[in-house]
């Protein structure tokens, strides 16, 4: 009679147990290494203690005017007295309370749209999609339910970058899809117009589109017709970023096996079934990356509405360096500015990050 005896499974290693071995392999595996990793360390310490000593411990944070920062450190009082301008631009201070609620109404919605499921969330994309644009514009701009008119040259920034990058996305996405699969069909037509359209505005900067837009456009209307400026730089930021949003979403279709088609096919579905129901979805999941991408750089190219007369969070960073009773405390502005921009384009990484994890349909080995 045979005996068997079973030993218990050995314990994974543990997690420190594998980063101290990453690190006696990549950053301490000979004397040499060792060194340059010291040396390394104490810069970064050095320049990390500097940053900090300088933001926040000889930092001025309370005052009224440049009088009240009299230490070493960042004067974050400037910030503090041109924080209006740096959310609303020029917008009356009186009705300040309009794109105050607007922001609030964008983060409850998009906090809706991330946190809420099931039918709350299908309510809440219709919400965003129809009912929420035409609540913003009426709220922004006035004319109706007894609210004043506020120009848009009076909008500014975050405001006008919040505007600019939503309207960008929203639009240029479907446009995007439509481009993509346009450029991907079998009708000769479609297709090649398609790809003109695409390599046309691929091959054309940004900052071009919004000068064409803002001072060339108004040459070639009729007398008498003129298009608010920022209508024209929501119309170029949108037909910009639609191509270089169909190509990001063309490399997702292209990546779909043959057989995904074959078996729509067989399964007796038509084009535009296949095409929602099977192709598209996938293409969508495996472009996240790419659409995030496109959709932080468009967020970034904001800023180039400075060139057409428009402000945003930069723009209104470097009207304030111009100000004389706040001359010399243009770093402070520029690093807000660019806190600011950080905290959207990260978040917006990180959410696609968690997006491509949720969606994510393969299998470990």
């Keep these: 009679m045979k005996v068997f005896h079973f030993s218990p499974p050995e314990a994974p290693p543990s997690k420190m147990i594998g980063i101290s071995a990453w ?31 300088w933001a926040f411990l000889d930092a001025d944070w309370v005052g009224l005017s440049r009088e009240d920062c009299g230490r070493d450190g960042a004067c974050w009082v400037f910030v503090q007295a041109r924080f209006d301008q740096f959310m609303f631009g020029f917008y009356p201070s009186d009705e300040s309370w309009r794109p105050m609620t607007f922001m609030l109404g964008l983060a409850a919605t998009i906090a809706v749209l991330l946190l809420g499921k099931g039918s709350v969330k299908k309510a809440g994309l219709v919400f965003a999609l129809t009912v929420f644009p035409v609540l913003s514009v009426v709220l922004l701009y006035g004319g109706l339910a007894g609210l004043p008119v506020v120009e848009t040259h009076l909008w500014g920034g975050l405001l006008i970058t919040l505007v600019i990058a939503l309207t960008g996305i929203v ?128 967020l970034k190219d904001t800023s180039l509405v400075l060139i057409i007369g428009m402000f945003d969070v930069l723009g209104i ?49």
């Design 317 to 365: 960073a470097q009207s304030a360096n111009s100000d004389p009773a706040w001359l010399g405390f243009s770093t402070e502005s520029f690093v807000f500015a660019a806190l600011v921009f950080w905290i959207m384009c990260f978040g917006m990484s990180r959410y696609s990050i968690y997006l491509e994890g949720k969606l994510n349909t393969g299998h470990s080995n």
């Design 23 to 53: 690190l006696r392999e990549n950053l301490f595996s000979s004397a040499l290494n060792t060194l340059i990793t010291g040396a390394i360390a104490g810069v970064i310490f050095a320049a990390v203690t500097s940053l900090f000593q």
């Design 171 to 298: 639009v240029s996405l479907p446009l995007g899809v439509v481009l993509a699969l346009g450029r991907r069909s079998s009708m000769p037509i479609v297709r090649s117009m398609s790809t003109v359209y695409i390599e046309f505005w691929r091959g054309v900067p940004l900052i071009t589109v919004l000068f064409m837009a803002s001072v060339m456009l108004p040459l070639f209307l009729s007398g008498g017709t003129e298009i608010d400026k920022l209508i024209r730089a929501l119309i170029g930021v949108v037909l910009f970023n639609a191509a270089y949003m169909a190509e990001a979403i063309r490399g997702g279709l292209q990546s779909i096996p043959k057989g995904q088609f074959e078996a729509a096919e067989a399964l007796g579905l038509s084009y535009w079934k296949s095409t929602r129901l099977i192709i598209l979805p996938q293409a969508l999941k495996i472009s996240i990356p790419s659409i995030v991408n496109t959709f932080i750089a468009l």
